[in-house]
């Protein structure tokens, strides 16, 4: 087993859509990826195939299933709900490194040991699919980073070269925080309203409700960081326009009675709020709905 600085041995938990992808790119980087393995059964690798958009051929990636003792390099890349799960029982080293590629913000507050190196990812590419097989709509931009700052380390140049549009971003927040109010804004509603990104633009009582968790989100960021510039409805448009026909997540996972992330976005705004003694009607409102509309989902 690989486990140098140079060229980590990766371990995968949550090989959804997202998590594919990155093992696709891991693995064209030179690094080992693997699946935990948790029973100490056979291994038994998992098989997948990603297509792509722009017509490359398809591309097989299988996981095997590796002994975990311990874990130095992990890939977190399942929904916010299930993160107790899929870390459940890892033998994590003292000074995991750990890659976050999962929407909201503070879902592994308290999961990781103390020594942790926590690199967030922030991406605007997109994949969409169910095992086995998973297709690349979207290959954007990427961003790692850690929330403290800090310089990247030894294995990223490497990866980057083989992650299109991966930058190191220092510090990484900005980028964390744009994201989160898109999806505080786009995913509650369409999910809640169950249309299409676009419909936040085209009719007029959504568009109004978007627009409040926009300003109220810039509200708060305010108040947690005074050079936060706001302006966030604008930049929330411009992905509704630009993902129009786009299903988000939030609404996929209410169409098949899945649970939302709902917590790790809107939840965390919220959470910050009550620290600082704000209110957030609005975001209070839809966190409520969609947390009601799980619970009462089939």
């Not at 549009?165 to 995913?187: C, F, S, T």
């Not at 300003?215 to 448009?237: C, F, I, R």
Request: one cysteine or more; aromatic letters at 6%; proline letters at 9%.
């Amino acid at each position: 087993m690989i486990c140098s600085p140079d060229v980590p041995f990766w371990y995968l938990a949550g090989a959804g859509n997202m998590g594919t992808l990155a093992a696709c790119y891991l693995r064209a980087a030179g690094f080992p990826v693997a699946l935990p393995r948790r029973d100490g059964g056979p291994p038994a690798p998992l098989r997948k195939t990603l297509t792509f958009e722009d017509g490359r051929a398809p591309l097989a990636l299988e996981l095997p299933a590796a002994p975990a003792a311990p874990i130095r390099h992990l890939v977190v890349a399942c929904k916010t709900p299930y993160s107790d799960a899929a870390l459940a029982d890892l033998p994590l080293a003292p000074d995991v490194t750990v890659l976050r590629l999962q929407n909201g913000l503070g879902s592994l507050d308290g999961r990781l040991p103390e020594g942790a190196d926590l690199i967030e990812v922030v991406t605007t590419s997109a994949v969409k699919g169910r095992h086995p097989s998973h297709h690349l709509v979207a290959e954007n931009q990427t961003w790692m980073g850690r929330a403290r700052g800090g310089p990247a380390p030894a294995w990223f140049q490497t990866l980057a070269r083989h992650w299109p549009g991966l930058e190191w971003a220092e510090p990484i927040r900005d980028r964390q925080w744009r994201k989160l109010v898109a999806n505080a804004v786009i995913n509650p509603l369409t999910g809640l309203y169950d249309v299409a990104n676009g419909r936040l633009l085209e009719d007029p009582e959504l568009s109004a409700r978007a627009r409040r968790l926009a300003d109220e989100a810039d509200t708060l960021l305010g108040a947690l960081d005074p050079a936060w510039p706001g302006g966030s409805w604008d930049q929330v448009a411009a992905v509704a326009a630009a993902t129009a026909g786009n299903t988000s997540s939030m609404r996929a996972d209410m169409q098949r009675g899945a649970g939302t992330e709902i917590d790790a976005i809107n939840g965390w705004l919220l959470r910050e709020a009550r620290r600082l003694g704000l209110e957030l009607p609005a975001h209070r409102e839809v966190v409520a709905a969609v947390r009601g509309r799980t619970l009462s989902a089939p």
